[in-house]
């Protein structure tokens, strides 16, 4: 299992709030899948990528239009690391324009924003506290 981004992870936070965390969960599976170069492993993580994204019986099913789900259920005949590439476009292209301008106004982006920028002031003025430094 890859390490998540620390960033990702709130917006990951922030969907599950919103109940689309799939979308991400998604995106990252399909990432994962890319990275894939054994055969055998990409037939099985593109089906389970299947049964648990675009499959109308999972719970967790993400929202794809009926020419992107059609690409898919064609590129499954003979999965590849870039079966879902259409439908990971429209996902990532749904977020976008969708939940992540809802995360950039949350209150939980804007204290985490905050918490950053007062770091990164911190983080300027230390060096100098101190006098010149070794080129000064």
């Known amino acids: 299992m890859m390490e998540i981004h620390p960033g990702r992870k709130v917006f990951r936070d922030f ?21 894939e170069n ?6 099985e993580k593109a089906r389970t990528i299947y049964e648990d994204y675009i499959s109308i019986l999972s719970p967790k099913e993400v929202s794809l239009d009926a020419r992107v ?13 870039h079966t879902f590439d259409e439908a990971q476009l429209q996902i990532y292209t749904l977020m976008h324009r969708d939940s ?3 995360f950039v106004n ?3 982006y ?10 990164d002031e911190r983080a ?12 000064g």
């Open 38 to 43: 054994n055969p055998e492993v990409v037939e």
């Open 100 to 102: 992540y301008p809802r």
């Open 124 to 135: 300027s003025v230390a060096p100098d506290q101190d006098g010149p430094g070794p080129h």
């Open 15 to 35: 969907l599950r709030c919103e109940y689309s965390e799939e979308n991400i969960l998604f995106w990252l599976a399909c990432e994962e899948l890319k990275r």
């Open 69 to 81: 789900r059609e690409i898919v259920n064609r590129n499954m005949v003979e999965p590849t690391p």
């Open 110 to 119: 804007q204290s985490l924003a905050q918490q950053q920028a007062e770091k």
């Open 106 to 108: 949350s209150p939980l």
